[in-house]
């Protein structure tokens, strides 16, 4: 079997493009979810793999990234994790907006080559771990972003869990979702509302409405 090539797998199966609600970046996304999802079952040699989302920029990742962007002050400065990052979009765009440094974490085995294409599409470079940082404490930074991060009971859980202990430390604590299943209901604040367009590739409507959450402390 030919080594894995995450960087070549990307720019040959996905296209830059900006992103619809924040246009002022452009990242390496595909235009369809099951094609490159079947591509990546077959280059991994496994099927059932997580979709990856890498190779689209979700409507809570979307909401987070134009309000970074939007409220410079929030990030100016600053040390940022982008937890679960995909693409990198969060990451990239508190950069954009003058945070310090920014760490992309996500353990999808392509999502080291997606954050460094995309964040050289964008003239930066990000930090990238592969580590699942929920099987330890929160790192010491100054902001946590977290996008999307709801679609399953487990994962919810144990995110929110995780952010609640952040943010416990004393890490300040930003959440994009479109109120998903899995949402948590106590404890968040939202700060601000997003008409995010999106497809019905991804979504049940081809414009989904995301909001930008604190995590009180």
Request: net charge negative.
């Amino acid at each position: 079997m030919t080594p894995l090539d995450p960087a070549a797998f990307i720019l040959a199966h996905t296209r830059l493009q900006p992103v619809s609600h924040a246009p002022e970046i452009s990242l390496w996304l595909a235009d369809e979810v099951t094609p490159i999802w079947r591509l990546t079952e077959e280059k991994l040699g496994e099927m059932g793999v997580p979709p990856p989302f890498w190779a689209f920029a979700w409507a809570g990742g979307q909401a987070l990234a134009r309000y970074l962007l939007d409220h410079p002050d929030r990030v100016r400065d600053r040390g940022v994790l982008d937890f679960a990052a995909g693409s990198g979009l969060v990451g990239i765009a508190a950069l954009k907006a003058g945070a310090a440094s920014a760490l992309c974490a996500d353990i999808d085995p392509f999502c080291r080559a997606a954050v460094a294409l995309n964040a050289e599409a964008n003239g930066m470079t990000l930090d990238f771990t592969a580590d699942n940082l929920l099987d330890r404490d929160p790192p010491p930074v100054d902001l946590i972003c977290a996008g999307d991060v709801f679609y399953e009971r487990p994962m919810a859980e144990a995110v929110i869990a995780w952010l609640k202990a952040a943010r416990a430390q004393g890490t300040e604590v930003l959440i994009g979702d479109p109120r998903r299943s899995y949402f948590p209901k106590g404890d968040l604040i939202q700060l601000a509302e997003y008409e995010v367009p999106t497809t019905r590739e991804l979504e049940d409507q081809a414009v989904k409405r995301s909001g930008v959450y604190g995590l009180e402390g």
